[in-house]
């Protein structure tokens, strides 16, 4: 599954890029191998957004997207920048749910730690993509 370009800024210094399934147990995965890499590229004390949004972005991948999804995380220097590629359609949209609501909530919290975000079609699918800037 190739993935789409995302939006340019700095070209990446590193990149990591993984193919995982989608089952819920490859969202700890991806979490996982996002952390070792912040951490091998000095960029440690970024882990805690970027954690959490890929792991928003990896879930709904694993229940909307099919049978696998693909991250890429790239450091561009001034700005980290992810992607989750599935294979679903249609364009994931923040939802308003109510106060009772169990779920819903992902793309505002990746609305909320994101720096940028958006959504890009693709051939066969679709990407969702964030920056993250330096906060040291």
């Not at 800024?9 to 890499?37: D, F, K, N």
């Not at 440690?44 to 990896?58: N, Y």
Request: with cysteine.
């Amino acid at each position: 599954m190739a993935l789409p370009p995302g939006p340019l800024s700095a070209p990446p210094i590193h990149t990591v890029e993984c193919l995982l399934p989608s089952v819920p147990a490859a969202v700890g995965e991806a979490r996982s191998l996002i952390r070792a890499e912040l951490v091998r590229w000095g960029r440690g004390h970024e882990a805690d957004d970027c954690l959490v949004i890929v792991s928003e972005l990896a879930t709904n991948a694993v229940r909307y997207g099919g049978s696998a999804y693909a991250l890429r995380l790239e450091d561009r220097g001034d700005r980290l920048y992810g992607e989750v590629f599935d294979p679903g359609e249609g364009e994931p949209r923040p939802r308003s749910p109510d106060v009772e609501s169990l779920s819903g909530r992902g793309l505002q919290i990746v609305a909320a730690l994101a720096d940028e975000w958006g959504v890009t079609a693709a051939r066969g699918g679709k990407a969702v993509w964030f920056f993250v800037g330096r906060t040291a």
